[in-house]
């Protein structure tokens, strides 16, 4: 009984370690969408609306597609991120 016991304490910190890692990981792709120094091409000119709207589109499916590799890697389904998300996003009441 008491291996049981710790046998569950070590399920319940492997979970929260990789939680943790999984948050990190978010976090860190989130600043790097906000770097405005982490750009893959330099541009010569003025940006061009079009190409300001590509460089969006860009971003924006890196981030999809390692949200969906961290999401299979650690076995989660899109209603537990979009409970994460929600409540990162959420402002905790007032006391």
Wanted: glycine content about 2%; cysteine-free; charged content about 35%.
């Amino acid at each position: 009984m008491k291996q049981q016991k710790k046998a569950n304490a070590m399920d319940e910190r492997e979970k929260l370690r990789k939680f943790r890692e999984l948050d990190d990981a978010f976090a860190e792709a989130l600043k790097q969408l906000d770097d405005p120094d982490h750009r893959l091409d330099i541009p010569t000119g003025p940006p061009v609306a079009s190409a300001q709207s590509q460089r969006k589109q860009e971003a924006e499916a890196r981030f999809e597609e390692r949200l969906e590799a961290l999401m299979h890697e650690y076995r989660l389904p899109p209603e537990a991120v979009v409970a994460l998300l929600e409540s990162l996003t959420t402002e905790a009441p007032s006391a």
